[in-house]
């Protein structure tokens, strides 16, 4: 099955007789030719894309995206097992692929695997990929080396894992506890899991999954209430910051709230990092998140 084999982009630590500016000069080079590569990908594309008369969105690395039809419900993680259709066309439209396929998101290549995380179950796409993102100079079968890739797909659903359902029991009824125990009222139950209270509840316009965000933010672990994490999000260079970008219950929040809004969230582990740890968050972690949007940028 050709999307789960993955492509990497070959930067590794030389461990032969090298100077330290030799090999600086060798990732300096690999990273030149990345770049370029992407730069040719992205004229081809963009030709591809002008002649087939589409308005993509372009997310940070340069992967395109047409949603045909918008799903529900949250969009897959990393870690998360997915039913998928697709078929797969070069840029002269020639089909190499075609197919359903069962599998982990990070198990496929890296730039199907990013724009994965960027729909809701249900949803059916076309995703353009570069080159660099995709199978690279190596190819692969039909595959010719640096091919920029098309696919026509539709994520059939997000399969929850054996454990999940169990754990959520568990997380929900260890924050129903948490509250109880500290005396705090008046929590809406989200159909999610998570707990809320919005304490401000802003003006304008709330998000939509594809629009641009900048929030404030402190996070507490529930089972200590310590304080793990506090700052603010926005756009950078590398990083798109659309709602869809962020946590599962910072999706569910953000589109509940107006501009100058803000709310304490208790959420469920899957509604956080999962079983993912993070510097000061261990794996299944429930957390206490207090989120102040402070503006909405429009897709």
Do not use: H
């Amino acid at each position: 099955m050709r999307l789960t084999k993955r492509f990497f982009l070959p930067i590794v630590i030389l461990v032969s007789a090298c100077t330290l500016s030799s090999c600086l000069e060798t990732t300096e080079d690999l990273f030149t030719e990345f770049a370029e590569l992407l730069r040719q990908d992205t004229v081809a594309i963009n030709a591809y894309v002008k002649k087939k008369g589409l308005n993509p969105r372009v997310d940070v690395n340069g992967v395109r995206f047409v949603i045909t039809t918008l799903g529900t419900g949250l969009p897959p993680r990393p870690f998360s097992e997915v039913e998928v259709t697709y078929e797969g066309r070069l840029l002269n439209d020639e089909v190499f692929d075609q197919g359903n396929v069962n599998g982990q998101v990070g198990g496929f290549i890296s730039g199907f695997s990013s724009a994965l995380q960027l729909l809701p179950a249900g949803s059916s796409a076309i995703l353009i990929i570069p080159s660099v993102y995709a199978y690279g100079s190596a190819g692969n079968g039909k595959i010719p080396s640096n091919a920029p890739l098309v696919f026509d797909m539709a994520l059939n659903k997000v399969v929850r894992a054996a454990g999940q359902d169990p754990l959520l029991v568990s997380d929900t009824t260890a924050i129903r506890n948490f509250l109880n125990a500290n005396s705090i009222t008046g929590t809406i139950k989200d159909p999610s899991g998570m707990r809320y209270r919005i304490l401000q509840t802003g003006e304008g316009n709330s998000p939509g999954l594809y629009d641009r965000v900048k929030f404030n933010y402190t996070i507490k672990l529930l089972n200590t209430q310590e304080i793990v994490a506090t700052g603010s999000s926005e756009k950078t260079a590398t990083f798109d910051a659309w709602v869809v970008n962020y946590l599962p219950g910072v999706q569910i929040m953000l589109r509940k709230l107006k501009p100058g809004g803000r709310a304490i969230m208790y959420l469920p582990s899957e509604l956080g990092y999962g079983p993912t740890p993070f510097p000061f968050i261990p794996a299944n972690s429930n957390l206490i998140y207090d989120l102040e949007l402070v503006s909405v940028d429009p897709e």
